[in-house]
């Protein structure tokens, strides 16, 4: 049993967007984490082989993130509902929020989660046009909807989720998870490069989960290891970034990095606890 976290299969708007835009970079990207070349299926738009290359992978579920304000491109939740319901129980979808729509993003929330499909919300504040800190204070009002109804929350703090370094200072989820105790925050990218330092706010702060996604094969991810084998083995969360990463060598080369005993909580018992899904 596999649920990846982060997946964005090649349908509908998603290949109109920035992680569709470029096979050469996407390419570029692979090899960056020591990969011959992204999924087959990826470079082919080919939904069908993908559904093929999860089951070789062993990934029984994809964990949809929506998009919304990014600067890229967004995808509407009701597209993204449609995506779940077309694959007949292979994805589950995490609603986009835009950070700079309150109203909007109350209503989605009412709307997508609490009286729809979907398992949680996405939020990137970063990815904005104008990039906004995760913990500005302007976004606690939504912060405050999810927490009364103790949605969990992935945001992208790590990796290029903003124009520099220090939109994913580990300062920013610490904050987070201090305000909001009753959320449980999941860390797209995994605060990378940061990454000893976001494996101890981990430690401080109980309510945060990392999903290194490609970071799991960059400089530092040895912290994240070591953490696994000490505190952090209920919170660690595979993903593998596709259309980025091959879905297959993703898988392998994760399970290389733990023991037997860790990874099924990694693979998905971490993922389905955070979510709420009764496996």
């Known amino acids: 049993m596999i649920i990846d976290f982060r997946l964005r299969p090649p349908v509908g708007t998603f290949l109109k967007l920035g992680i569709y835009a470029s096979d050469e970079r996407n390419k570029q990207l692979a090899h960056t984490y020591g990969f011959d070349a992204p999924a087959p299926s990826a470079l082919q738009r080919s939904p069908k082989l993908m559904l093929q290359e999860m089951d070789q992978a062993g990934i029984n579920l994809g964990v949809i993130p929506g998009r919304m304000g ?25 609603a986009g929020l835009n950070p700079l729509d309150y109203v909007q993003s109350i209503e989605e929330i009412d709307r997508t989660v609490l009286h ?88 401080l702060q109980k309510n945060i989960y990392l999903s290194p996604d490609v970071h799991m094969f960059s400089p530092g991810a040895q912290d994240y290891v070591a953490a696994v084998h000490s505190y952090l083995a209920d919170r660690l969360i595979f993903a593998s970034a596709y259309p980025f990463l091959p879905l297959i060598e993703s898988v392998a080369r994760f399970k290389a990095l733990f023991t037997e005993k860790e990874l099924p909580k990694l693979l998905y018992k971490n993922a389905a606890a955070v979510l709420k899904l009764n496996i």
């Not at 995808?75 to 993204?80: H, M, V």
């Not at 800190?133 to 606690?140: E, N, P, R, T, V």
């Not at 992208?156 to 520099?164: A, L």
Request: net charge negative.
């Open 70 to 94: 990014h600067f890229k491109g967004s995808i509407t939740n009701d597209e993204l509902i449609k995506i779940v319901e077309n694959f007949n129980g292979r994805f589950i979808g995490l």
């Open 116 to 203: 729809g499909p979907l398992k949680g919300v996405c939020i990137e504040p970063a990815a904005l046009p104008e990039p906004l800190y995760a913990h500005d204070k302007s976004l606690y009002p939504i912060y405050a909807e999810c927490e009364r109804y103790e949605l969990p929350v992935l945001v992208m703090i790590g990796g290029g989720s903003g124009p520099d370094i220090t939109y994913s200072n580990p300062q920013i989820i610490c904050q987070l998870a201090k305000d909001f105790p009753k959320i449980n925050f999941i860390v797209a990218h995994g605060g990378w490069p940061w990454v000893q330092e976001t494996v101890g706010a981990c430690f």
